[in-house]
């Protein structure tokens, strides 16, 4: 079974500072991950994601994820938070191999302080 | 850039009344799918459909959802007797047909539409 979770239910930062997003994945499988963000009244973007290829994996916005299977995690970071950062962060976790769906994490909410 | 639009952004209804949820996926795309959230919950999977078929539902996609689509843009989610368990966020996304015999899963997501029942 798959199952996604994230440590933190919310994430502060200052302006500038880096941030760091915790995912920890449980698949019976080789997964693909992703990270999602929402920003109010928006529909979840996709930031970036991880199907097999390199480990440390680029998105957008200047965010990067590096899956680590012996750590079964996929930490999602960027070296300086914006103010439009603020927002709400999903881990998650594709089915297994051919399946449609995707198993979401509780979310993070990261608030980024001026 | 193209996107996933959803109808109405909310929805009141009373308890036992049909509610259909639309939703306007990407215009090439072919795989089409429902999430919810719950309020304070994770986002579940509903159910995903492909060439005008259900290929995957969930548990909760019971006898009381059904999904159409009835025209070549729209695609419905209905819930025949709402229930007030049934208040909940739900979500559209859509994908690509290549994205996914690339093994790509990425799915788009619509704004969702805040559905209460009352």
């Given at each position: ?64 994820a ?15 938070a ?23 994490g ?9 | ?7 109405p ?67 419905t ?24 015999l690339a ?12 559905l209460?029942?009352?």
């Amino acid at each position: 079974a798959q199952s996604v979770t994230q440590l933190d239910s919310h994430v502060s930062v200052s302006e500038g500072t880096p941030v760091l997003l915790r995912c920890n994945y449980s698949s019976s499988y080789s997964p693909s991950l992703f990270w999602y963000v929402q920003h109010p009244n928006k529909g979840l973007q996709l930031l970036l994601k991880y199907t097999s290829a390199a480990t440390l994996v680029k998105g957008i916005n200047g965010f990067e994820a590096e899956f680590k299977k012996s750590e079964t995690s996929f930490h999602l970071t960027k070296p300086s938070a914006h103010m439009s950062d603020a927002a709400e962060y999903f881990c998650v976790v594709s089915g297994e191999t051919g399946a449609n769906n995707l198993f979401f994490g509780t979310g993070t909410r990261l608030t980024v302080i001026p | 850039e193209p996107e996933v639009t959803q109808t109405p952004s909310h929805q009141v209804t009373q308890m036992g009344q049909e509610v259909i949820l639309r939703c306007v996926p990407i215009s090439n795309h072919l795989y089409f799918y429902w999430y919810r959230q719950i309020l304070g919950q994770k986002v579940e999977f509903l159910v995903s459909f492909y060439n005008n078929e259900i290929s995957e539902k969930s548990e909760i996609f019971d006898d009381q959802f059904s999904v159409e689509r009835p025209d070549g843009s729209n695609f419905t989610l209905k819930i025949r007797s709402t229930k007030l368990e049934d208040s909940a966020m739900y979500f559209c996304a859509s994908s690509d047909a290549a994205d996914r015999l690339a093994g790509e899963l990425e799915q788009y997501f619509g704004p969702g539409t805040r559905l209460t029942v009352t």
